[in-house]
């Protein structure tokens, strides 16, 4: 075992307070798109600007709300992997995600702070506060709010929109305690999820980074490990 890896197994064995904070590489292996990878990333093959954000769904509401359905119907085939189980099976730790699949919950984790939202539930657009859960499988198309006609959206966050308040807040607070966060697949670059590796560590948080490539969080890593999550986390965890 590298020693790289032996200090971050123990960094992680010896923590009172461990979370995680990840990203989309974290469910890579599971066969789900990162956003920013050249080749495949969703970003680079679709525009964020016209699917991820308020003008865009104004501007076309069926092309927004059909890619978001594909991109249930794909995580409805899919499985945790061996990273999600590791964090899962570790149940002291409080996990903040980017992302926006259930491939967490699913492994068995509870202590989930989602801040981008989820895919697994519709929200008012208009902003009366009605939201419902949908059945990744079928997904239920363009539908208004049963409350007050505005159009249903998916519940998670676009661009130039503000995190839910309440989990950013946790989010705040689980990284001001932290003794040990450890980022795993997120390129570090979407604020204000990438603001908390900052201030984990400005609060005496060793920081331990897990990804494919060095990242914008390499130079506040205390420990990297490049390599893939499914294989790198079940070791530090396991
Ligand atoms: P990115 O696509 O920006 O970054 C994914 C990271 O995962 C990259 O640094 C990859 O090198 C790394 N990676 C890929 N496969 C991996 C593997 N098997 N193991 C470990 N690392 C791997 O995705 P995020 O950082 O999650 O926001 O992006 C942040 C936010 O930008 C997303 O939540 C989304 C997007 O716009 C919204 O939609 C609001």
């Known amino acids: 075992m590298s020693r790289a890896l032996e200090e971050g197994r123990r960094a992680l064995a010896d923590a009172v307070r461990p979370v995680s904070l990840s990203g989309a590489g974290l469910s890579a292996e599971s066969g789900i798109a990162t956003f920013r990878n050249p080749r495949t990333g969703l970003w680079t093959r679709f525009d964020p600007q016209v699917l991820a954000s308020p003008e865009g ?17 794909q995580l409805s085939q899919t499985e945790p992997n061996a990273a999600h189980q ?100 997120t390129s570090a670059v979407v604020y204000p999820a990438a603001a908390l590796i900052p201030l984990a560590r400005s609060r005496g948080a060793r920081v331990i980074v897990v990804n494919t ?4 969080a390499s130079d506040l890593a205390d420990v990297e490990l490049i390599g893939r999550a499914g294989e790198i986390v079940p070791r530090l965890l396991g």
């Open 213 to 216: 490539e060095p990242t914008d």
């Open 86 to 185: 590791a964090l899962a099976v570790k149940t002291d730790m409080v996990h903040i995600t980017q992302n926006v699949d259930d491939l967490l919950e699913r492994a068995g984790a509870t202590n989930v702070v989602r801040l981008h939202g989820s895919l697994l539930a519709d929200r008012c657009h208009g902003g009366c506060g009605f939201a419902a859960d949908v059945d990744l499988a079928n997904p239920p198309g363009r539908w208004t709010c049963p409350h007050c006609g505005a159009a249903m959206r998916p519940g998670v966050v676009w661009f130039g929109e503000v995190l839910p308040p309440e989990a950013w807040a946790t989010a705040e607070q689980t990284a001001h305690e932290a003794d040990v966060l450890l980022v795993v697949g």
């Open 57 to 73: 769904f104004a501007a076309d509401p069926d092309t927004v709300i059909g890619w978001y359905d594909e991109r249930r119907r």
